[in-house]
């Protein structure tokens, strides 16, 4: 058996039967065999004695357990790190963030409490995955549509506190942005509701957000200071019809002009779909048909425009630009998509052209026009998680074939906030594609796109592989960590990340001093005194254990 | 623990509660499995796009009576969310198959999230020469029957009937490499054969 930090076998066997008398036998788990299933798949520690592992895990069924296990594990000083589903791999997986950690495995709470059709709500547990909400949802034929990353098999609280995103529309991309109520399990085995749910027999808690006074729930998120154990989110009513279009433009000075066009429409609410930015003469796709790609290979290259880009910088070069105009190649394609009534959506569609009229020699092309519902069968036509679909097509992006010979055990996805303007784009490239060289780490090698899953900001999102090499993956950590400290010298920072790379991230909000994170652990020791829950997560030590910050 | 026991419960609590469990939901009343029986499969999975994999499907066919075959082509969304989702709610749908890496990778994970893992995994990675080695992680008996058969030409055809031979892995798995002098015809992709069963008694 596994065992947590400091704490004794004698010990440890004693919490293990509390947990089993709290939750029952067969669902506490210390066997080797049952523990490694909590490892993280796309570990960067891959065959290394640092890889964080639990010491075991205890899978409850109701709030009344988490509680119990919660109480228990506060008594005797034992670090619980809850998970929904575990399922964010490139972001850390099921492993803790503080190895010997006993996992909180939630995924038996999974019950969707209440769909509301009229209002357009959902209160659900953490262990409902996105799949699991589609099929409750279409198996009652109910008129709203749910919203889901890429992969669609996660938890939809999990990815929400972790603060995930979507691909409908701008209203619902955001998870986090899109909740309304909490409740919690907090370190001392008590319950508590948030917004209006903190008033008993409450009527509006999936209806109003905030309640009255402080609005407390954002701490919950990439944090450690509870369990989640009921949230509610805002659902997308059925739309009627479904729009694609592209806005194709030839020339690089176009791309900050794009930028600031693209942003008035979406600020202004004329389009809401997924903003998708791809550069044809680059070879840089756009990320919905990134698994059309993968399966048939992206658009054949000519030898001379294969050298053209090999020459170009930062994705120019005068003789590039030419050669795109000479071959009809767009430099730049920007992907839009409505949804609402086919009249609504057109005229957004029209008004969109109008603005990007101005663009000498742009083009524009509708890709798909749908009425909805489509039938689900025939969803892998489109990409699915804009038509509010669960896929896990995501996942043949990185098998081995003739374009990607070399497929990864994993990734790592490095994912810096960068400013909504054309130059904020090649101003990343310029500086993470000279330390990428530097470091010799695998990102940023040709010029590279952002992704629009939120208003006002740019993500790029790009993967580190994991390698069956122990040494190449060192090499990966230490580039990785290294690119975090310049990307926040540059005033850009991380999103989100694994835990072995929260530290790194969590040092770049370093302002007045870390107060931020000097705040976080004045928190920490008022909420968690005994520190057990999520010790470490994003960087938050409780005091016992702070000098691991460092 | 058993993931019978775990739908089982799920089931009980959505019906005497006002709410419903998402996840798993019992259609009906389960078999129970057989102590030390070997597995009970309900399909085959493979990918179409190798030809390895098809030599699989094809000998799969006649391995013994499933409820069927299944080709892919990489994406397991379709099988997933048509039918695999749930059986295993359900408490059965142990599967054995021969996939991309990445496709067991995708199965593996749902399963886990049902109470299942792979019971038996076999790497059959391109070498120089075009050889193939074969890496095989599994219970000590299942490693000991299937050895042999991976020095064959016919290696890929004599898998799903080895497979459906699969004891109750329950516990610690061994691994061992075999090599081979026979090619993978016409696929440089790793592939990977597999059991995807109950932790435990193998339904």
């Known amino acids: ?550 | 623990m058993n993931r019978r026991k775990f739908c089982l419960s799920s089931f009980a609590t959505a019906i005497s509660g006002a709410v419903v469990g998402a996840g798993c939901v019992r259609v009906g009343e389960p078999a129970l499995p057989a102590a030390s029986a070997s597995v009970q499969l309900y399909k085959f999975v493979y990918d179409r796009r190798y030809p390895a994999a098809r030599a699989f499907g094809i000998a799969a066919a006649y391995a013994r009576s499933t409820s069927g075959t299944v080709a892919i082509a990489g994406d397991v969304t379709a099988l997933w969310s048509r039918d695999l989702k749930r059986v295993w709610c359900a408490g059965d749908g142990a599967i054995a198959g021969m996939t991309t890496a990445r496709t067991l990778l995708c199965l593996e994970q749902l399963a886990h999230d049902h109470w299942m893992r792979v019971a038996i995994r076999i790497e059959h990675a391109g070498a120089e020469g075009h050889e193939v080695a074969h890496r095989l992680s599994a219970a000590a008996p299942m490693i000991a029957r299937i050895s042999p058969l991976l020095a064959g030409a016919d290696w890929a055809a004599q898998l799903p009937a080895a497979l459906a031979a699969c004891e109750d892995p329950d516990g610690a798995c061994l691994t061992a490499v075999i090599g081979s002098t026979r090619p993978l015809a016409g696929a440089d992709e790793t592939l990977v054969s597999f059991v995807i069963a109950a932790r435990g008694g193998i339904a």
């Open chain 1, 1 to 550: 058996m596994r065992l947590p930090p400091g704490v004794s076998s004698s010990e440890f066997a004693a919490v293990v039967a509390e947990f089993e008398r709290a939750v029952g036998k067969q669902w506490v788990f210390t066997r080797d065999e049952d523990v490694d299933l909590y490892r993280d798949a796309f570990s960067p520690f891959l065959h290394e004695a640092e890889e964080l592992v639990a010491s075991a895990a205890v899978a409850p069924s109701t709030t009344l357990e988490v509680q119990e296990i919660v109480r228990i594990a506060n008594r005797r000083k034992v670090p619980l790190y809850p998970i929904s589903t575990g399922k964010n791999l490139g972001y850390g997986g099921s492993a803790p963030a503080y190895s010997g950690s006993v996992v909180v495995d939630l995924k038996r709470m999974n019950r969707v409490i209440e769909v509301n059709e009229a209002n357009a709500f959902v209160l659900l547990e953490p262990g409902v995955s996105y799949f699991d909400l589609y099929h409750h949802i279409q198996e009652r034929k109910l008129k709203v549509w749910i919203d889901c990353p890429d992969p669609g098999w996660g938890s939809v609280i999990g990815n929400a506190l972790d603060r995930g995103g979507g691909y409908t529309t701008a209203n619902y991309r955001n998870h986090f942005d899109s909740h309304c109520g909490m409740e919690i399990v907090l370190p001392n085995g008590e319950l508590l509701r948030t917004g209006m749910g903190a008033i008993p027999n409450a009527k509006t808690w999936q209806q109003y957000k905030s309640g009255c006074g402080p609005w407390i729930d954002g701490i919950f998120s990439q944090s450690n200071f509870g369990i989640v154990t009921k949230m509610g989110f805002w659902l997308m009513p059925e739309p009627e019809a479904y729009l694609r279009g592209t806005v194709s433009l030839t020339r690089y000075a176009d791309l900050g002009p794009m930028v600031e066009t693209l942003n008035y429409l979406e600020n202004a609410r004329i389009t809401a779909g997924f903003p998708d930015i791809a550069s044809p003469l680059n070879g840089y796709p756009p990320i919905g048909q990134l698994q059309v790609w993968n399966e048939t290979g992206p658009p054949s290259q000519t030898d001379e425009h294969r050298k053209l880009l090999s020459s170009a910088k930062l994705g120019y070069s005068p003789e590039l630009e030419a050669y795109g105009v000479k071959s009809g190649i767009p430099y730049w394609q920007l992907w839009l998509s409505f949804h609402g009534p086919a009249g609504v959506i057109e005229a957004q569609w029209q008004a969109a052209q109008r603005h990007f009229a101005k663009f000498e020699g742009a083009k524009f092309r509708v890709i798909d026009r749908v009425k909805l519902p489509i039938d689900p069968a025939k969803a892998d036509q489109y990409h699915e998680p804009e038509l509010g679909v669960p896929s896990l097509r995501a996942f043949s992006i990185g098998a081995r074939t003739p374009w990607n010979p070399t497929p990864s055990k994993g990734h790592m996805w490095f994912s810096p906030i960068v400013p909504r303007t054309g130059e904020a784009i090649i101003e990343a490239n310029r500086v993470f594609s000279e330390a990428a060289r530097e470091l010799d780490m695998p990102l940023f090698r040709s010029f590279s796109l952002p992704a629009c899953f939120w208003e006002r900001c740019f993500i790029f999102i790009l993967a580190t592989p994991v390698t069956e090499d122990p040494a190449t993956n060192k090499r990966y950590r230490e580039g990785f960590k290294k690119l975090i400290a310049i990307g926040g010298q540059h005033g850009w920072g991380e999103y989100r990340t694994a835990p072995v790379f929260q530290k790194s991230v969590m040092d770049v909000y370093s302002f007045n001093d870390h107060a931020l994170q000097r705040f976080q652990e004045t928190l920490k020791d008022a909420i968690d005194p005994n520190g057990i829950m999520s010790p470490g997560r994003y960087a938050i030590w409780p005091k016992r254990l702070r000098e691991r910050r460092s």
